[in-house]
């Protein structure tokens, strides 16, 4: 153990010295032995450390998310070298890098925050055998030994004996409720955390053997926990508590406002963000342009939920731009002048109303009479004429006698009138509509 706790010397020191700063604060409020000024020194710890590995968390997203969009890719690799795993290795290597990924990225937070544990379960090892370690001096090893958490002390763990537990001044029941009650709640969190990125932050279009090897840690770590639980002491129990706690709310606050494409958590957010940029008319916070801003560079690829979201502000007048902003759309565009006088900017194309079978009947009905009225009074026009000029010839042949006219003029009968080809056809076949017949013009000898 002395070996072990050598190899982290260089990470105990630290840490065992922020612990004792936080102890100093906490102290002074509730008093230097009690388990509060401890506990609250190990949650302070945790929460320092969780906020110093922000930006490894952040990256971790990003390569998980560049993981799930590989996943097809990687899908056919292993199906097209299932026999050459060499082969199959080189090409998977070769798809990271051109994509830029690194499947180790997404565990960097674990591995990053490994160190802290097991420094923090060196110090508290020592405060249980009595041992100093790193800046814990001899008060505060004492103190340390007196401070209880709900009756249980630091330092005890679930597998400790009642003559240890006694030791530390403590009864064996309290211990062991202590931890237990620890031990589930530090296994629920864990499950719940992967159990919502399970059902609520994954692509439901692609089904990969990721998804599998997600689905089986979600049970795996809880076990784990379980299993190493009843050797934790108390303090390692309280830390592990708090930064899964710490990673269930850090994960539910990025599944909500910044979700997996193509999972129920973006249907939700996409769905709460067109009610807030239809109402205000515009994007307002930086992450919601990002969003918008990715949305409109996918152009024909976007998904079902994405499309919903770019047809919803297009009812609403709304165009989504491509640095993120929403805009007006030219149909709801207004310009406003210097006198105050508002003008629309492009006015909307009217389409035609649908009319009924009645009406389409009415209107052809009365089409018809219409065009039954002007042919009427075309033939009036040409039966008028026609009689006119019939009326000149007669004045001037009475008789069956040779006229003086020349051979081949033509009779007034056989001259076309101006009133159309209807009244044309009629006066050349002498027929007058409704009245007697017209003589016919006598024929040339």
Known sequence: ??????????????????????????????????????????????????????????KQIKATRAMQTLQPEMKKIQE??????????????????????????????????????FALYHVLNGIATGSTIGVINESLLASARKAHIFGAPLAAKFTDGSSKVEALGASLT????????????????????????????VDTTVKTPFMQQQKMLMYVFPVMFAVFGINFPVGVLVYWLTTNVWTMGQQM????????????????????????VTHHGKTRRRSEKTIVKAIVAKGRDRNEFERSFINALTKAGL?????????????????????????????????????????????????????????????????????????????????????????????????????????RSRAQSGQRKGGQQRPKSPSKK
């Open 1 to 58: 153990m002395d070996t072990i706790a050598s190899l982290f010397s260089f990470i105990t020191t630290p840490v065992s010295w922020v612990i004792v700063q936080f102890h100093s604060v906490y102290g002074k409020i509730f008093g230097p032995d009690t388990g509060w000024a401890w506990g609250l020194s190990i949650v302070s710890l945790v929460i320092l450390i969780r906020i110093c590995l922000i930006p490894l968390f952040v």
């Open 80 to 117: 097209r070298y299932k026999n050459d795993k060499q082969r199959q290795s080189e090409e998977m290597m070769k798809l990271y890098k051109e994509s830029g990924t690194n499947p180790l990225s997404s565990c960097l937070p674990i591995l990053a925050q490994s160190p802290f544990f």
């Open 174 to 201: 309290d211990v062991r409720v202590v931890t237990a009650v620890m031990i589930v709640l530090m296994s629920a969190s864990q499950f719940y955390t992967q159990r919502q990125l399970m059902t609520k932050n």
């Open 253 to 276: 606050y990025v599944i909500r406002n910044n979700p997996t494409p193509g999972s129920k958590a973006q249907a939700a957010y996409l769905e709460r963000l067109t009610k807030h």
């Open 319 to 423: 165009v989504a731009q491509a640095d993120g902003t929403v805009a007006k759309g030219e149909a709801q565009a207004v310009a406003q002048t210097e006198d105050g006088v508002t003008t629309t900017g492009a006015a909307r194309r009217q389409q035609p109303k649908r009319q009924s079978k009645a009406q389409r009947q009415s209107g052809a009905t009365k089409a018809a009479g219409d065009t039954t009225s002007a042919s009427a009074d075309a033939s009036a026009s040409a039966d008028a004429s026609a009689s006119s000029d019939v009326s000149a010839s007669e004045g001037k042949t009475t008789s069956l006698e040779k006229s003086d006219e020349p051979q081949d003029a033509k009779p007034a009968a056989q001259q076309a009138p101006k009133g159309g080809s209807n009244g």
